[in-house]
T-cell receptor
Framework: GAVVSQHPSWVICKSGTSVKIECRSL??????MFWYRQFPKQSLMLMAT?????????EQGVEKDKFLINHASLTLSTLTVTSAHPEDSSFYIC????????FGPGTRLLVL | QKEVEQNSGPLSVPEGAIASLNCTYS??????FFWYRQYSGKSPELIMS????GDKEDGRFTAQLNKASQYVSLLIRDSQPSDSATYLC?????????????FGKGNQVVVIP
């Protein structure tokens, strides 16, 4: 149980385009999901907390207009990186809350 | 001061030995503590959680928590090559980590056959 999926697993895009990443809880409902970012050889940094049916809560320093989060159902949260730039290239990982946090497999984004 | 600190550099241990990892945290209000294992290129997987002072054992893993010293550690007994990974310490204010988790930068463990 407690399986979380992410799609896509990796994506390459041109600078200036937008990229959407999906996070799904497959066998449980999650009112709360979290989005993290991890740069090479660094730890996970929480970007935002996504709550079903309400606005996401962003961590200090994370631009809410650049990283759009939508949590429209109890099993799906999406993160859209708008007007992506090379510095947005990173490993994006979501987690879904069910008693504790269960992590998805991550999405590797490369912006050229 | 960082929320969660893991200061040790890469740790090399011979197969079968004990690997010891340490973590300190700054928020005295923290209530739940986790150790995650992360293989290169993969997302973290939970290996231990601990909520009260003392030791908690699960197979070859033992977590130790000392809230007075704001210190949590992980011991890996009978280390295996498959234990080679980065180990992340994470701390949350709430029980069971149902709000934000703060992660340390991780400790790389290399088990030498």
């Amino acid at each position: 149980g407690a399986v979380v999926s992410q799609h896509p697993s990796w994506v390459i895009c041109k600078s200036g385009t937008s990229v959407k990443i999906e996070c799904r809880s497959l066998d449980f409902q999650a009112t709360t999901m979290f989005w993290y970012r991890q740069f090479p050889k660094q730890s996970l940094m929480l970007m935002a907390t996504s709550n079903e049916g309400s606005k996401a809560t962003y961590e200090q320093g994370v631009e809410k207009d650049k990283f759009l989060i939508n949590h429209a159902s109890l099993t799906l949260s999406t993160l859209t990186v708008t007007s992506a730039h090379p510095e947005d290239s990173s490993f994006y990982i979501c987690s879904a809350l069910s008693e504790t946090q269960y992590f998805g497999p991550g999405t590797r984004l490369l912006v050229l | 001061q960082k929320e969660v600190e893991q200061n040790s550099g890469p740790l090399s241990v011979p197969e079968g030995a004990i690997a010891s990892l340490n973590c300190t945290y700054s928020d005295r209000g923290s209530q739940s503590f986790f150790w995650y294992r992360q293989y290169s290129g993969k997302s973290p997987e939970l290996i231990m959680s601990i909520y009260s002072n003392g030791d908690k054992e699960d197979g070859r893993f033992t977590a130790q928590l000392n809230k007075a010293s704001q210190y949590v550690s992980l011991l890996i007994r009978d280390s295996q090559p498959s234990d080679s990974a980065t180990y992340l310490c994470a701390v949350a204010r709430s029980l069971y980590g149902n709000n934000r988790l703060a992660f340390g930068k991780g400790n790389q463990v290399v088990v030498i056959p």
